[in-house]
């Protein structure tokens, strides 16, 4: 694995760690997230938007350690054969569902640390606009881009994709990867995105989306396994983006399930934590360690009973002319 090397020098748990490689200040931080994150579970037993982007805040270091610089699921159709090639895949999926071409502007929601949209600019030299509720991941999204000498083609900021600051019709491309069912925490939110993407996409504009959906309820011992690996109960994920983005006006071109293309991610993603095992219990502690890979040894089982994976090309009619 490509992250190997990194994962050798994670020395000291988890906030020692932070502390010694980024301060007392980002520690604090740390802490903080974790608050924001876990308050809403324990006094409403559910997720809420600004919970999200603490979420987020707060795994995002680890996810770079132990997994890699994209937070979606990896894509291996053929002859991919390691994590990031799947990844890789997986992006190239979307921004050729989302029409992307050269010169065009190009909104990316929930954007990440903007590793997607390095990979789509150095390709189809387009410009991108990356939106993200966690202002961890706008940082570290815009040190990335700087590193990269891609500031003039990407610009990534801190915001709610259900409320967009941007004009109707500003994209001629919007990319929505595997990031909807993060973003809604309601039935109702749902509908609300669909509207906001329909709104700041230009007429003739295709949107490239996917996500992880649920087309059955898990039992309470998988829910738990879902809330501890993804920030995610089943029951949340069960949607039928293509009757909403259908309701909203938008013309499907092209959709396909990628559930089975998907599992390979987690293969990978055990592999990591147990050719490393001594540098996560050190950094979680073995309890932890331990029922995070018990609980990760089920997620695949669950997807497998439960889940779905659409990708749709979202096709916006031109206005027509009485």
Not at 57 to 65: C, N
Not at 300 to 313: G, Y
Request: a positive charge; glycine letters at 8%; one cysteine or more.
């Amino acid at each position: 694995m490509k992250k190997s090397n990194k994962i050798l020098v994670a020395k000291g748990g988890f906030l020692a760690s932070t502390f010694r490689e980024k301060g007392f200040k980002k520690c604090v931080a740390k802490i903080w997230a974790a608050i924001k994150m876990s308050v809403p579970l324990f006094l409403f037993g559910r997720r809420t938007n600004k919970s999200v982007g603490a979420y987020f805040d707060l795994i995002t270091d680890d996810g770079r350690l132990f997994y890699g610089d994209s937070f979606h699921f990896g894509y291996f159709p053929g002859e991919e054969e390691t994590l990031a090639q799947g990844l890789d895949a997986h992006t190239n999926l979307v921004a050729n569902m989302a029409c992307v071409q050269e010169g065009k502007q190009v909104l990316d929601i929930g954007c990440g640390i903007c590793d997607p949209a390095k990979l789509i600019v150095k390709k189809y030299k387009c410009h991108i606009t990356g939106v993200n509720i966690s202002s961890e991941q706008v940082e570290q999204g815009r040190a990335l881009i700087a590193k990269e000498g891609l500031t003039n083609y990407i610009d990534v900021q801190e915001g709610n994709a259900l409320s967009l600051d941007f004009k109707s019709g500003s994209f001629d491309s919007i990319l929505c990867l595997e990031v909807a069912g993060d973003i809604c925490v309601s039935q109702e939110q749902k509908e609300i995105l669909v509207k906001e993407l329909y709104r700041v996409l230009k007429p003739g504009g295709h949107i490239g989306f996917s996500d992880l959906v649920f087309t059955s309820l898990p039992s309470k011992e998988d829910e738990q396994a879902m809330r501890t690996i993804l920030y995610h109960e089943g029951k949340e994920l069960i949607t039928d983006w293509s009757a909403y983005f259908l309701k909203q006006g938008f013309v499907i071109k092209n959709q396909k399930d990628i559930i089975k293309e998907t599992m390979k991610t987690w293969k990978h993603s055990l592999a990591v934590y147990e050719d490393n095992t001594a540098i996560v219990e050190k950094r979680y502690g073995k309890r932890v360690a331990q029922s995070t890979m018990d609980h990760l040894r089920k997620i695949p089982i669950i997807l497998e009973k439960h889940a779905s994976f659409p990708v749709l090309s979202l096709y916006k009619r031109p206005a027509t002319r009485d």
